[in-house]
Every structure is written in C-alpha cells, then in structure tokens.
C-alpha cells in the first residue's frame, strides 16, 4: 500500500522537531529513514504508527486519511528496538495477541500463527517464552508479530541495533527476503548507513527534522545533495579538501598544491572558496590527477588496507586499496584522483 | 558451602543470639496446653483448659471470639482489597499519565507516608465522630487503608516504572485499547507487586492496633489486638495462660502467611519483574 505523509509537523512543547516534512512511500518497497541521533527518524516513525499525535500534516494510508485515528485503528506492524515481546507469553501467544484482540477464531488464530512462523523460520519456538529465545529468534518473533495480521505498512525501529555483528549481518538479509516475500511496503528507521544501503530500495536522509535527500542508495551515494549526505554514506567515509578556483584549477588553502580539475572549477567563478569531497576508492595510484603526501596511518582489513594521506597542508585524504601492501607508514607517495569522480561542494554545504 | 569456610561457629553465634527470642515462643505454646505453678519453670500438667474461650459462650461484657475473628478478617481482608486496587490504579496512572501536578501529588503521598500515625489520631477521632463513622468497623477500615496506601502507591509505582514502555506501545499498535493493555500486558508484568503489597496490607491491617482501640472500642466491632487488650484490663485475676492462648491464636493465620507466602513477600524488596 502506498503510504503519504504530508506536511507532517511534530512539535515537542515550544521546539519544533520535524517542520512541514513529505514524504511518499511507494507501495511494496522498504524506504530507509537514516540519520544521526535525534534528527527525528524515530518521531517520524512514530507518527505513522500513531503514537505520536501529528501537529500538522496529513497521513494517508492509500486513499484513507489515518491523521487522527488512534493507532489501533491505523493497522500498521511495528517491530521495536528492543523487540517489546510480552515476557510473561510464549512466542505462539505473542505473535497470536494482535489476532485474539481482533476475535479471531481460534483455528483460524491457529492457521495464521503457524504459516508467519514458518515465513520466519521459527516454527520449533513456538512453546518458548522470549527469555528463552536468542535475540535473532526474538527478532523473528518480533517480525511475526508485525506480520500476522498482515499489516499495511511494516515499521521497523532499528531492528538490528541490539544484535550482535554476525546476527545482524544475517538478519540484515532475513528482513529482506520477509519483507519482499510478503510485497508489504516497509519503513526502516536506522542511523547505520551500511543498514540503509543494504536492505532498502530508497533512502531517506535526515537531518535537524528534514529530508535533505530521498533517493535510491546507489544514486545517493553517487550523486548526494550535500556534503552532510556524502560524510554520511560511505564506509571509510568521504575526506573533504578546502580550496578556491584559480581559472581551470582548484587550489588548495594554505598550499602550492594545484589540481586541474577543469570541469568542477569551471562551473564556478575565479576566486571562490570551494569543498572537494574525495572517496577513498578514488584516491588511488594509478589515477591521473595526482597529489602528493605522506602516508600517516594504516588499517589493514584484510581483504583490503585503508590508507590516510597527510597532505603538506596537513589535510587529510584516504584511499582504500586491494592490494596496497607495498606501501609503509611514513612513505612519500604520489597517488592521483579520479577527476570525474571527484564531488565539489560550495561553502554552504551544497553539491554544485 | 566451601572448605576454607566452617559454618558451625556462625551457626553456633546465631543460635545462642536468638535463644531470648526461642524461649519465648517455646513457652508462649508451652503456656496455652499446660498449668505451670508461680514461680517454676517446669510446667505441671497438660491441659487444654486454656482454649476453652474458643467454644464456650463468652463471659457478661466480653465478645465471642469467632466474631472479633471474623471482625478481624474483614477488617484485614477489605483494607487489602483496598489498598491493592487502589495502589494498582494510581500507581499506573503516577507511573505512565502524562497528568498535571503529578510530581506534587507524588510528594504529597510521600508525605502523608511520613506521619507517625499516633500524631493524627485525635483529628482522625473528630473527623471520624462528625461522620458519624465513629465505632464502627467501616470508619477502622477507611483510616487504615488511607495510612497505607502511600507506600502502596509508592510500591506499585515502581514496579510499573520497569515495565518497558515499548511493551505498551507495541499493544497499542497490536489494536488493543488501553485498558486491554493494562490488563492483558502490564498487570501480569507486576504481578509479584501485586501479590506482595496484597500480603503486606493485609497483614498490617491484622496486627493493627492503636486504631481500633480509639475509634471503634465498643464490644461490636472489636478485633482480636483489641479483644487481648481487653481480656487482661479489667480482671482483678488476670489469666495470663489464656491471654498468651489467645495470642497464639492470634498470630496464627500470620505465621501460616509467612510459611506459604514468604518467596512473594521477599520481592517487594526485590522491586522488579523477571521476564
């Protein structure tokens, strides 16, 4: 189901957390809401699962208008951070409670139980209480319980933060499977970009209660709004250089280093104060624009080393390689940019 | 127990430091079934003599037992009821409700907790007499459910604050109303609270004393603590035998509590659930 919100406005008391924000979700598709702590993903969440009563706005669920209905009227699944499994039931009654509140009949309640277990692989779990159970079977009962009564929308509240980093890779990849075996469109509030890239078909970015960019994760991370979008995707992240254009060149501040990147300093006029944000698969040696600096760190991955190269400005770049081992701490190199790659941001932050 | 840690001494200490406490109740039972002469310790011969207010009709001015007991129940058993159901309902609303003056209301309750009860006695008596509730057991039960419910409130409080919200939060969105939340969701969570706070009341309500003895004295709405008041007041030939029967009595139905009940009572200070 497509899910809208529009002009929603949340406010706390007299501050104002999320202003006036739309968004559209597609039917069938997982949107990933990513931002740092506090920049109102959660509220956001809340909102359209009723908790939160909106200040502003419209909600629609396809054609109906759920702004004001309670939350038990909205039909939304929502798994919680901390799962929220009601310890005193097993995981059959946890995942049947949404079902028996709606007075269903048992055999029904029964049919319905035994078909979302079987969808999450937790069918021998049934008879245990969640204490019982390993935090990914928690999980999996968590998502049974969203799933039962087949929801409009399936609200994930940083479902993966309380697992540990095998479980999380593997239900990374579980959510997915569910949430595309049963088509239902899916919200997926996280402050980890790996998790947003990973799992959603688009992402929403956010920051101080505004989407800065609603795209899918591949464009976002080719083509990002602002350089708040490209620090935050990206794992080593982004380095940003500080410059000004000279003609067809960029100079870097406080340097002699000159880069002939002609088609970003072109765009702009002689003089202006310019942001270069460099990945670090685009720092590489066999590049053509090259610059030159002094290795100052070493993270070996094993698949691959992660380098940081100080600049003689003392600006720092970094460059991820495959086969980088030749390479010692201390060494001069002279590795070169990727000048297509290469993004340029004005001093407010925006892409130019 | 490990080998570098011998129990016998600290077993022996203990032992002798509750002797007092041992003695006691070995003669306070000793006492009821057997005659012993003044002055001696050895008692002389069994009898059961000292139980017979149980079935004989009581004496000119003095009530039957088995009513002052039922009194007692009654009077134990309602300012449970009442605690309980009140501290359940206000303890979840002081927890979770977003109500106005909440923090005051949470201290005033604080505050009321902290008055020794003797020092409200007399305003109680007068306010007791003007609505006419004065020597009755209705009047008891009012007073000594309001001296207890702050510390049932206080109690239940905490045990709603560990409930997780999301617990609730994720009945609401399951479709249940908020009433069905409560009941279906976080009740079961404080369940220990309940049981224990229902214990605890129940039994101060049973060994109440002092408020019985002002505000309901006449023979109609008497409890045992003021029946075994009253059994050595007045006689010139006080049957200490049959007071200390009477106690025994007494204290029964507790010692019977305890015996069953003492795990659920160790939780209220416990303070929390186990998932």
């Known amino acids: 189901m497509r899910i809208l919100l529009d002009q929603f406005t949340k406010t706390f008391g007299a501050t104002t957390v999320i202003d006036k924000m739309s968004l559209d979700i ?36 396809g054609e109906r208008d759920v702004t004001h209905l309670p939350s038990q009227m909205r039909n939304v699944g929502v798994v919680f951070q901390n799962y929220a499994l009601y310890p005193h039931m097993n995981a059959f009654d946890n995942i049947a409670f ?22 999450v692989h937790i069918e021998g779990l049934l008879k245990r209480k969640p204490a019982q159970l390993s935090g990914g079977q928690q999980q999996r009962v968590a998502l049974a319980r969203a799933l039962v009564r087949e929801p409009d929308i399936l609200l994930l509240d940083e479902p993966l933060a309380n697992l540990d980093a095998k479980l999380r890779l593997e239900m990374r990849s579980e959510i997915r499977r569910i949430q595309q075996e049963t088509g239902i469109s899916a919200v997926l509030v996280t402050h980890d970009q790996v998790e947003a890239m990973s799992m959603a078909d688009r992402i929403a970015i956010m920051d101080q209660g505004q989407i800065v960019q609603l795209a899918a994760p591949k464009d976002m991370y080719d083509e990002p709004v602002t ?17 000004t254009v000279e003609g067809k060149t960029i100079r870097l501040e406080n340097s002699d280093i000159v880069l002939p990147l002609d088609a970003q300093a072109a765009k702009q006029g002689n003089g202006t104060p310019i942001r270069i944000g460099v990945r670090p698969e685009h720092f590489q040696p066999e590049h053509p624009v090259k610059i030159s600096g002094k290795i100052s760190f070493i993270e070996e991955q094993g698949r691959e080393e992660l380098f940081d190269v100080t600049l003689s400005n003392g600006m720092r770049l970094r460059s991820v390689q495959a086969n980088g081992g030749a390479f010692r701490l201390g060494d001069e190199v002279s590795w070169g940019l990727a000048a297509d790659k290469v993004l340029t941001f004005d001093p407010s932050g925006r892409r130019i | 127990m490990s080998s570098n840690f011998r129990s016998w001494p600290m077993t022996l200490l203990l032992g002798f430091l509750s002797l007092p406490i041992i003695v006691m109740m070995v003669y306070l039972f000793v006492d009821t079934v057997t005659d012993t002469t003044a002055g001696s310790l050895i008692p002389d011969r069994f ?10 009709a009581p004496q000119a001015g003095r009530s039957n037992i088995w009513s002052v007991t039922l009194n007692t129940f009654i009077f134990a058993c309602s300012t449970s009821a009442i605690v309980v159901m009140t501290s359940l309902t206000s303890g979840y609303a002081l927890s979770r409700l977003n109500m106005p003056y909440r923090r005051l209301l949470l201290g005033g309750v604080l505050t009321l907790h902290a008055f020794p009860t003797v020092t409200l006695i007399i305003s109680i008596f007068l306010m007791l007499q003007m609505t006419g509730l004065y020597n009755s ?12 419910l702050p510390l049932g409130i206080w109690v239940m409080k905490g045990f709603y604050d560990t409930v997780p919200w999301e617990i609730e939060m994720a009945g ?33 309500a049973w060994s109440e004393y002092i408020l019985p003895q002002v505000l309901a004295p006449d023979g109609a709405s008497q409890v045992l603590a003021t029946y075994l008041q009253n059994l050595i007041k007045d006689d010139r030939a006080p049957d200490f035998n049959m007071f200390k029967s009477v106690g025994l009595f007494y204290a029964m139905p507790v010692m019977i509590i305890y015996l069953i009940f003492n795990q659920k009572l160790m939780n209220i200070y416990g303070g929390g659930t186990k998932g």
């Open chain 1, 98 to 119: 949404p079902l028996m509140i709606r007075k269903m009949a048992k055999p029904e309640i029964e049919r319905k139980v035994l078909a979302i277990a079987e969808l």
């Open chain 1, 227 to 243: 350089d708040f979008v490209a620090s935050f995707l990206g794992n080593p992240p982004i380095a940003f250089l500080q410059g």
């Open chain 1, 26 to 61: 597609e039917s069938g598709e997982m949107l990933a809401l990513l931002g740092p702590s506090g920049c109102g993903k959660s509220t956001t969440l809340f909102a359209i699962c009723g908790i939160h009563r909106m200040n502003g706005g419209r909600l629609l669920f």
């Open chain 2, 137 to 148: 057991l209705l009047g008891v039960i009012l007073v000594k459910t309001a001296l207890e």
């Open chain 2, 172 to 204: 609401l969105t399951d479709g249940a109303s908020r009433f069905t939340v409560w009941r279906r969701l976080v009740l079961p969570q404080v369940h220990p609270g309940l049981a224990a706070l229902g214990l605890f009341s129940f039994l101060a």
């Open chain 2, 47 to 56: 009898t059961l003599e000292h139980w017979r207010f149980l079935f004989d």
